[in-house]
């Protein structure tokens, strides 16, 4: 096992009907400003619930953070902290509104140029606003993590940033709130958990494994309830709330620390979704197996470790056995409604190129667990995903 620090101070505030708490989450002094994504927190009631638990406190609603959150969106947001003297920020969406969120919170207290957070990563972040979250999609671990992606749809660069002044003071989980989601939402939250899991998990092995049981269980719940919750007739609460603490889990530092972790897949997804506005899962589950396929020998170990673990592949030769590990994976996303081709998205060979450009420009050169994901490498990968 590798050294390691762990410090996750997001209060998660989990179950039905929790919403009501924020009345003691929120400062009573604070000055809120709510953020929101489109129509869904005022269309499902929630923004309502959330007005309402405010109670006396003073707060506005900033609305229009799209899916992919933009930097000039973001900037507007910004400017509004500024001028009305917001104190305290509240996110109620999906990941896309948290991460807006972060970005806002750290930009707020920013001098000079805000974009200059993203080409540093958040190493140039010392300060944010307090800010805390209400989650009405389980899928990216914001919640509970100090990691945010901005677009700059201008340049089609979509880049992550983190800082430790970036986790949310708390996270309200209300399984119920995802009952509105259309089912390829759905979907899209069991896919990103997955690859959130795998990018932590398939790698090779660092003797650690408690880490490797925490991230088997939560594989397995997510292909036991994936496809239930696709078939349900109506939204089944349990199922609701393993999904939203399991999307939680898979990205919260926990199943992460002191082991190798890869992020290929998510460093080339963030690169088609900036250039073919593909949903963040979709682009995931494009990229892993063909990745899997492409790095086998480095991931042999653990892919076997996986396909018996997970799959229970415990038949054939070692070979077949990871070939029936990565086959699993694309069927299970396929079941999942998600295809796993670019070719589902009428994208061919002529794509690729700019994507690796992309990659370049954007300094993934060197991606993976050994470093050793080259463009040339990437290349290879995305001819693998045709
Ligand atoms: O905009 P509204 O109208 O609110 O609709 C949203 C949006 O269109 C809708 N939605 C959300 N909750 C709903 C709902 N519709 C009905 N009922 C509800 N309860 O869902 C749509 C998608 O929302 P979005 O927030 O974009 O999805 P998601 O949570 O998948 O977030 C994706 C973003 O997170 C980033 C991605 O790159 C992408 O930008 N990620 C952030 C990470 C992090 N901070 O740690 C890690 C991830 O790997 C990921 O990169
Ligand atoms: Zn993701």
Not at 137 to 141: E, H
Not at 175 to 181: E, G, M, N, Q, S
């Given at each position: 096992m590798q050294n390691f620090d762990f410090h996750n101070p997001t209060h998660i505030v989990f179950?039905?009907?929790?919403?009501?708490d924020l009345a003691n989450l929120v400062p009573a002094a604070a000055k809120v400003l709510i953020l929101v994504g489109g129509a869904s927190a005022e269309k499902t009631g929630t923004l309502a619930e959330v007005r309402q638990a405010l109670g006396a406190r003073q707060h506005s609603t900033f609305s229009g953070i799209e899916p992919n959150p933009g930097f000039d969106t973001a900037m507007k947001a910004v400017q509004l902290v500024r001028e009305g003297g917001f104190d305290f920020l509240l996110a109620v969406g999906g990941g896309s509104v948290i991460d807006a969120a972060k970005f806002i919170a750290a930009a707020a207290l920013?001098?000079?140029?805000?974009w200059d957070i993203l080409l540093q990563g958040g190493r140039n972040i010392s300060q944010a606003l307090p800010f805390g979250t209400v989650l009405t999609?389980?899928?990216?671990?914001s919640e509970m993590n100090n990691g945010s992606v901005i677009t700059r749809r201008d340049i089609g660069a979509k880049l992550p940033f983190r800082s430790?002044?970036?986790?949310?003071l708390f996270s309200v989980l209300d399984?119920?709130?995802?009952?509105?989601?259309p089912l390829p939402q759905i979907s899209n939250g069991v896919v990103d958990a997955f690859v959130h899991t795998v990018e932590q998990y398939?790698?090779?092995?660092?003797?650690a494994p408690v880490q490797d049981r925490f991230a088997e269980s939560l594989l397995q719940t997510l292909v036991e309830i994936g496809p239930r919750l696709l078939t349900a007739t109506a939204p089944d609460y349990d199922d609701r709330a393993s999904l939203m603490w399991t999307a939680t889990l898979a990205l919260n530092g926990l199943i992460g620390a002191g082991v190798p972790q890869d992020w290929a897949t998510h460093m080339i997804g963030h690169e088609l979704t900036a250039l073919h506005n593909i949903d963040h899962a979709r682009t995931l589950a494009i990229v892993l197996p063909a990745l899997l396929q492409e790095r086998r020998a480095q991931k042999h170990a653990k892919l076997l470790q996986y396909g018996e673990r997970v799959?229970?592949?415990?038949?054939?030769s070692e070979d077949e056995r990871v070939t029936a590990a990565i086959e699993h994976t694309r069927d299970f996303f396929e079941r999942m409604g998600?295809?796993?081709?670019?070719s589902a998205y009428g994208?061919?060979?002529?794509?690729i190129d700019v994507v690796v450009h992309q990659l370049e420009d954007h300094g993934?050169?060197?991606?993976g667990e050994h470093s050793d994901i080259t463009p040339a490498i990437s290349r290879r990968i995305l001819e693998g995903a045709l």
């Open positions: 179950g039905k009907d929790r919403i009501a920013f001098e000079g140029d805000a999609l389980p899928a990216t671990g430790r002044h970036l986790y949310p399984p119920t709130k995802t009952y509105t989601l398939l790698t090779y092995p660092a003797n799959w229970g592949i415990r038949s054939g998600i295809p796993t081709r670019l994208l061919g060979a002529e794509a993934m050169t060197q991606l």
